[in-house]
């Protein structure tokens, strides 16, 4: 098997391949008709600082501490070890520790990052690169560099970094040099003995100030949430997908104007594009002779157009509802991909026949893909479902942290 190789690419680089990596192994998020770039859009303007491959909140303060730690040891220690290199072992550290914690507690480990590969090499895939673009984003660390940047900083300078050290992450003249890296709470001395993924209570605290209070963030959705006090209500189990999120979060009239039209545009795009994909999947189908596939999107597709004309999904400002988060953002999106949307807008409007929207999506996911396309190479292997269904954003990343914020540990 082929392993993926980085040349020359920035932490945050590599941070995308392996989210879109991620993204191709999950059901359902093949994108065949090239829609990736404005369900991303949508997914930073509502989620910013997640990711679909981060696990659970500890790590948004495992890997600063783990930073200071570097930065606190004696000039000569740190000449011999750079940066990079301490966080390498210091990683497989945390998760051998939190490994054997959760084991003799019975708890499960499997949001440990490298819980199965301690034992066999290390961890691959780190949480200081996981989870550096939120560190950022919430102000946990303040740089705009990437990851390997701010260690090849780090390892010139041979000095540690200004700290803000106070346990509540506040800044105290006696310890503070710099804002550079927020120490979260009981961060010093060792890895502790009792160390899970949950938060206990000054721990939650820190990061629901830091999310809160990130500059440019006050509308994204996990804000609003804390800021309101719904982020109970929005963690009930009606809400665990992002189309029910939706809904309930129409009716909250605490959150910001601005963030519920946000959340409101990503769900009707992502009901408008699922009828795309419903076809999609007829003509695969069709195709493949995969008759139960084909009796589904039938059955789908009739509920869907019917669910779609009630709701007046489609009017003549739909692709510009839909593209306003990348406008916002200023993410150019491709040409084909716009010109796709407009034509799948006035096609619904038109009320155009089942041939034509056949003709219409194969047309793009073959401009997309090219020779790619599932239409032309067919299945690799037996699915129920081909390319995506409704968006889920980053909604199930923002459930795990919001949980992890709004129901600490006791201790």
């Avoid at 051998?96 to 290390?122: F, M, Q, Y």
């Avoid at 982020?231 to 601005?258: D, I, V």
Wanted: charged share 30%; proline share 3%.
């Amino acid at each position: 098997m082929g392993r993926l190789g980085w040349v020359d690419f920035s932490s945050d680089d590599r941070d995308r391949v392996r989210e879109v990596l991620a993204l191709l192994k999950e059901a359902g998020t093949l994108d065949e008709l090239g829609i990736g770039q404005v369900r991303d859009a949508f997914s930073d303007a509502m989620f910013p600082g997640l990711s679909t491959i981060q696990t659970c909140a500890r790590y948004f303060l495992a890997v600063p501490k783990l930073l200071l730690d570097w930065a606190e040891l004696p000039d000569a220690k740190r000449r011999k070890k750079p940066l990079a290199e301490y966080l390498a072992r210091a990683e497989n550290d945390l998760a051998r520790v939190l490994k054997a914690n959760h084991e003799r507690l019975g708890i499960s480990p499997t949001d440990i990052i490298g819980h199965t590969a301690v034992a066999t090499g290390g961890v691959e895939r780190r949480p200081s690169s996981t989870y550096w673009n939120g560190l950022r984003v919430f102000g946990i660390v303040d740089t705009k560099q990437s990851l390997a940047e701010f260690c090849r900083e780090w390892r010139r300078d041979h000095h540690a970094h200004g700290l803000v050290e106070a346990d509540d992450g506040t800044d105290d003249p006696d310890h503070r040099f710099e804002t550079k890296v927020r120490r979260p709470p009981s961060s010093h001395g060792p890895l502790r003995d009792t160390l899970t993924l949950d938060l206990n209570k000054k721990e939650a605290a820190f990061l629901e100030t830091r999310i809160r209070d990130a500059k440019g963030l006050a509308h994204s959705v996990m804000a609003q949430l804390l800021s309101s006090g719904l982020a109970a209500g929005a963690l009930s189990g009606e809400t665990t997908r992002f189309g029910a999120f939706a809904q309930w979060a129409h009716g909250q009239k605490t959150l910001s104007a601005q963030s519920r039209e946000t959340i409101a545009a990503a769900d009707q795009f992502s009901r408008a594009v699922e009828g795309a994909h419903i076809v999609f999947n007829r003509l695969m189908a069709r195709r493949f002779e995969i008759t139960r596939l084909a009796d589904e999107t039938r059955t789908r597709f009739r509920d869907w157009r019917a669910d779609a004309r009630a709701t007046e999904l489609f009017h003549a400002e739909a692709p510009d509802v839909w593209l306003s988060a990348a406008v916002h953002g200023q993410l150019k999106v491709r040409g084909q991909t716009r010109d796709f949307l407009v034509a799948w807008n006035d096609a619904m409007r038109a009320d155009k026949p089942m041939r034509f929207l056949e003709d219409l999506v194969e047309a793009q996911a073959k401009g997309n893909k090219k020779e790619r396309s599932l239409l032309l190479r067919g299945p690799q292997q037996a699915s129920s479902w081909f390319g995506m269904e409704a968006l889920d954003y980053r909604w199930q990343t923002a459930r795990r942290m919001l949980k992890d914020i709004a129901e600490p540990a006791a201790c």
